[in-house]
Nanobody, 124 residues
Framework: QVTLVESGGGLVQAGGSLRLSCAASGRTFSSYAMGWFRQAPGKEREFVAAISSSGSGTAYKDSVKGRFTISRDNAENTVALQMNSLKPEDTAAYYC?????????????????WGQGTQVTVSS
């Protein structure tokens, strides 16, 4: 069982930065790939970024490449999403998630555990 708690969301102007963090419980954190998804009002939940269990592999949604960076600290059981050059279209609730393997990380069905989400609002 893994419990995920996100933090770091907030209101920021376009062009600004935010750093989201996700704290995970459980002693098996290092065996899970971790991901970030987001969901804007009236839209489906979409993949943002993922990182393999060791941290050696990453994947990103095309529209965030070069602006967002995912990282993890297996000693601290945390995963982070550094978001730079934020745009109004990045406004959404962001969810941290954990799943086994790294073969279908862009699909929400890959993941077993989800956090409650943290809101990111980017003003123009």
């Amino acid at each position: 069982q893994v419990t995920l708690v996100e933090s770091g969301g907030g209101l920021v102007q376009a062009g600004g930065s935010l750093r989201l963090s996700c704290a995970a419980s459980g002693r098996t954190f290092s065996s899970y790939a971790m991901g970030w998804f987001r969901q804007a009002p009236g839209k489906e939940r979409e993949f943002v970024a993922a990182i393999s269990s060791s941290g050696s592999g990453t994947a990103y949604k095309d529209s965030v490449k070069g602006r967002f960076t995912i990282s993890r600290d297996n000693a601290e059981n945390t995963v982070a999403l550094q978001m730079n050059s934020l745009k109004p279209e990045d406004t959404a609730a962001y969810y941290c998630t954990a799943g086994r393997g790294f073969f279908s990380v862009r699909m929400s069905t890959h993941y077993d555990y989800w956090g409650q989400g943290t809101q990111v609002t980017v003003s123009s």
